[in-house]
Nanobody, 131 residues
Framework: QLQLVESGGGLVQAGGSLTLSCAAS????????IGWFRQAPGKEREGVAC???????????NYADAVKGRFTISRDNANNTVYLQMNSLKPEDTAVYYC?????????????????????WGQGTQVTVSS
C-alpha cells in the first residue's frame, strides 16, 4: 500500500508563493505518476498538475490551463517526494490541495474520469490566498 502525505499549505497574500510537498511511503511498484488536485468550497475536485518518472514517455510535466506559467511540479526521487511550487497566487487558487498516484504515466487532467484513474490519495493541505 502506498501512503501519500501533503504538507506546506497555509495563508498567503495574492501574488505570493507557496511550495507544497507530497511525501510517499510504502510499496507500489510502477505507480510512477503523481498528480496534484484541488477542491475549492462548493466546487468539484480538479486536476492541477502531474508528473511521471522522467524515464517514461510521459515524463514531461502536465498542467491545467489555469495554472500554466505560475505553478511548477517537480520530484525528488531520492526522498520519494513530489513538489508543487506555486507562484503569483490568486484568490481563486484557494482550495484544499491533494496529491494522488496512478500507474506509469500522466493522463489528460481535463479528461472525463481523470480522478478515478488515481488509486492513492493524500489527506490534503489547505491553501488560502487572500486579496
Amino acid at each position: 500500500q502506498l501512503q501519500l502525505v501533503e504538507s506546506g499549505g497555509g495563508l498567503v497574500q495574492a501574488g505570493g508563493s507557496l511550495t507544497l510537498s507530497c511525501a510517499a511511503s510504502g510499496l507500489a511498484l510502477d505507480y510512477d505518476a503523481i498528480g496534484w488536485f484541488r477542491q475549492a468550497p462548493g466546487k468539484e475536485r480538479e486536476g492541477v498538475a502531474c508528473i511521471s518518472y522522467s524515464g517514461h514517455s510521459g515524463g514531461v510535466p502536465n498542467y491545467a490551463d489555469a495554472v500554466k506559467g505560475r505553478f511548477t511540479i517537480s520530484r525528488d526521487n531520492a526522498n520519494n517526494t513530489v513538489y508543487l511550487q506555486m507562484n503569483s497566487l490568486k484568490p481563486e487558487d484557494t482550495a484544499v490541495y491533494y496529491c494522488a498516484a496512478r500507474p506509469y504515466y500522466c493522463i489528460d487532467l481535463a479528461s472525463r474520469g481523470a480522478l478515478s484513474e488515481y488509486d492513492y490519495w493524500g489527506q490534503g493541505t489547505q491553501v488560502t490566498v487572500s486579496s
